[in-house]
């Protein structure tokens, strides 16, 4: 059972054809990049499985790459970071996988569980911060792990910020105003460590997953998101929002986020 999470990646061309990639990059800080910003792209958050299908999502590799390369689906966080980081192992990356708490819309007195994971990569003896699993504001490319560290990236503009000795804060600006997204610790985990949190984010009754459809994704020119029956468009600085009904669920599906479900 736990093997499966420790398997290698089947074949690294498919995946890297999946986010619109012909080679193998080198394992360097712009090439990193490279690939957090094609995944975002190419690979959406969400939670369909768990929430229409209501199944619980498995974190083997195997299953992973069958999901998200061979049928073109997404994931949330435990799935493409996981696979993720197992694309950047075959590219020659040292990858260290990280819990986090999403703060996002959390009042100042309410600590939220630990509930999401992360990816740290080392190049050149400095960690840099990777995510490619979260539904919302997400650094386009690695951040390096300093301490006040502040950058402007496709647009939006995040920080990181030393909160203690064991936890890190990211940060977004929007309107002139940082707020907290997530706080995280550096500290290593193993993918076995994200099995009882993936079991609870897929059928727990307090974890929102199973109770609320998410779908989100990256585009050149912002993002498109859908929020229960919520479909959301932004793009080049302007938003629009609407209430979808259910027949129109899976042709936005297919054609605003390239998924098809059946």
Excluded at 159 to 185: E, G, N
């Amino acid at each position: 059972m736990y093997e499966e999470l420790y398997e290698p990646l089947p074949q690294t061309e498919p995946y890297l054809k999946r986010l619109g990639l012909d080679t193998v990059p080198a394992a360097d800080k712009k090439n990193l990049d490279r690939l957090i910003y094609a995944h975002q792209l190419h690979v959406p958050f969400e939670d369909l499985d768990v929430c229409e299908f209501k199944r619980t999502a498995s974190l083997s590799i195997s299953s992973l790459y069958e999901k998200i390369v061979w049928k073109k689906r997404g994931g949330y966080c435990y799935e493409p970071n996981a696979l993720f980081a197992s694309l950047l192992t075959a590219c020659g990356y040292e990858v260290t996988p990280c819990m986090a708490r999403i703060i996002r819309d959390c009042g100042d007195e309410f600590i939220p569980p630990i509930s999401h994971r992360i990816n740290l990569v080392r190049i050149d003896g400095q960690q840099h911060f990777c995510d490619v699993g979260y539904g919302g504001p997400m650094p386009a490319a690695s951040m390096p792990l300093i301490d006040g560290w502040e950058e402007c990236i496709k647009g939006q503009t995040f920080r990181l910020d030393q909160t203690d000795a064991y936890w890190w804060k990211l940060s977004y600006c929007s309107k002139d105003t940082f707020s907290t997204v997530m706080s995280f610790t550096p500290v290593p985990c193993e993918p076995v460590d994200f099995i009882a949190l993936n079991a609870f984010a897929s059928t727990h009754e307090q974890s929102v997953f199973p109770r609320l459809r998410m779908v989100n994704l990256r585009t050149p020119g912002g993002s498109v998101s859908l929020m229960g029956d919520i479909f959301t468009l932004s793009e080049n600085g302007e938003k629009t929002i609407r209430q979808i009904t259910e027949e129109e669920f899976l042709p936005i599906l297919e054609q605003y986020f390239h998924l098809h479900i059946s």
